[in-house]
Antibody, heavy 120, light 110 residues
């Protein structure tokens, strides 16, 4: 069955960096667009970024543009999110998710999430 | 402030029909399909509806989605206690070039 497992979260100081990873299994990873979604404590869902199946196309929310970079390694079946210049408002649970091939709105598989806390 | 507008709360008694609305604009719901998600406390979201009115496998047909103009809605028939959760709508936004979510609706089963 499809499994997505995020890792790399933790406590980081404002201005610091963190790299999240998402290990995929149970499906042909290289066929699917992948997405990062985040949820601040007690708040709603916020789309962060998506990447095409080949990795050539990427989109970012304005709130993270220029600070976050999404990437993937299809050989390793892994998705990444490099987060730089972190701010307090980046504190959230970060989920990786996949949808129906190129669909980035209908996400039918999600990981359990990894918590990122930005605080001094 | 979310791009898509949902009521913060909704409620109903077991067996009732409840509807949750999601209001957007011509750049999102008006021109793109809507998805709906359910999130139980402490868990990842679960896809309930895609392409505005389609069910993924495993989702009961007592849930249904619809879209008209720049608004969408999720209807839950035969409300059950296990439906108590947060519900989110989502759509692609052509102006923002990204996915937008509603602020979420907390459904309480009385």
């Amino acid at each position: 069955q499809v499994q997505l497992v995020e890792s790399g979260g933790g406590l980081v100081k404002p201005g610091g960096s963190l790299r999240l990873s998402c290990a995929a299994s149970g499906f042909t990873f290289s066929d699917y667009y992948m997405t990062w979604i985040r949820q601040a404590p007690g708040k709603g869902l916020e789309w962060v970024s998506y990447i095409s199946s080949s990795g050539r196309i990427t989109y970012y929310a304005d709130s993270v543009k220029g600070r976050f970079t999404i990437s993937r390694d299809n050989a390793k079946k892994s998705l990444y999110l490099q987060m730089n210049s972190l701010r307090g408002e980046d504190t959230a649970v970060y989920y990786c998710a996949s949808g129906f091939f190129e669909d980035v709105v209908s996400l039918d598989h999600w990981g359990l999430g990894t918590l990122v806390t930005v605080s001094s | 402030q979310s791009v898509l507008t949902q009521p913060p709360s909704a409620s109903g008694t077991p067996g009732q029909r409840v509807t949750i609305s999601c209001s957007g604009s011509s750049s999102n719901i008006g021109s793109n399909a809507v998805s709906w998600y359910q999130q139980l406390p402490g868990t990842a979201p679960k896809l309930l509806i895609y392409s505005s009115n389609q069910w993924p496998s495993g989702v009961p047909d007592r849930l249904s989605g619809s879209k008209s103009g720049t608004s969408a809605s999720l209807a839950i028939n035969g409300l059950q206690s296990e439906d108590e959760a947060d519900y989110y709508c989502a759509a692609w936004d052509d102006s923002l070039n990204g996915v937008v979510f509603g602020g979420g609706t907390k459904l309480t089963v009385l």
